[in-house]
């Protein structure tokens, strides 16, 4: 008797719970104005922000719909990425009437001269704003130079991190020669010329004539590892032909 009165009442209550739930549906359906003022959006809540534009963010939202139903997710996350500092944009609705924008911003890692104007830019080589020209003589950021050098950056510190990452830490300016190769250049003027391909193991020996032979502490200014196992050294003028397996 009991389990009767019990699926009675259940049977009960989810046959109002319908009736409401048509009853919404039909009432919105007649009035579409009005659930849109119900989902109206009222709040803009921007996290993550650190140097990016907090009110040209929020600005960007609102512009992109009124309502949490209507609101264009795609566009607006879109256009927001386009902003200086932004690298990430992941927008959450939150009804009845909130957004909750996440923002990754870029993590600035060098300068960049490109088309005769100077960029801050990130470690995969991702444009963050424009900086004045005299920033290169204040900062004491790496500096990228060359044609399409940002585009092959990040194959080059993917190289220095699995090869040899305590190298950043000594390198001045990194060249990107005739849309081909890169050459390096440290703080104390040495130039270390690197080949097309097989970066790795070029670093490798260059990690070798560093620790071993302390190039960066001596008289040397350049060091050539465009040949295959072989460092052609310049100091002052001289030339000097190793083979990495003697060094």
Not at 104 to 116: R, S, V
Not at 154 to 167: Q, T
Not at 194 to 206: A, C, R, V, Y
């Amino acid at each position: 008797m009991m389990r009767q009165q019990i699926v009675r009442y259940l049977n009960l209550g989810c046959g109002l719970l319908v009736i409401l739930s048509l009853g919404f549906i039909f009432f919105f359906y007649l009035n579409p104005s009005a659930l849109n003022s119900f989902a109206q959006i009222k709040t803009v809540n921007v996290i993550g922000v650190n140097f990016s534009d907090t009110q040209k963010i929020k600005k960007i939202s609102f512009e992109k719909g009124k309502s949490l139903f209507t609101f264009d997710l795609k566009n607006a996350a879109e256009e927001i990425k386009n902003l200086n500092w932004i690298k990430k944009v992941n927008i959450k609705k939150s009804f009845p009437n909130t957004l909750n924008i996440f923002i990754t911003e870029n993590d600035p890692f060098a300068l960049l001269l490109k088309d005769q104007k100077v960029y801050l830019i990130d470690i995969d080589g991702e444009l963050i704003v424009e900086e004045n020209e005299d920033e290169i003589l204040e900062s004491e950021r790496l500096l990228i130079s060359g044609i399409d050098s940002e585009i092959n950056l990040p194959n080059l510190i993917s190289s220095l991190n699995i090869h040899y990452p305590e190298i950043l830490l000594s390198v001045k300016e990194m060249e990107f020669i005739e849309r081909r190769r890169w050459n390096l250049i440290f703080n104390n003027k040495l130039i270390v010329k690197l080949p097309e391909s097989n970066i790795g193991k070029s670093l490798g020996n260059l990690k070798k004539l560093i620790e071993r032979d302390k190039i960066l502490k001596s008289n040397i200014i350049e060091v050539d590892l465009r040949i295959n196992d072989r460092a052609i050294i310049k100091i002052d003028g001289d030339k000097l032909k190793v083979n990495i397996e003697e060094v």
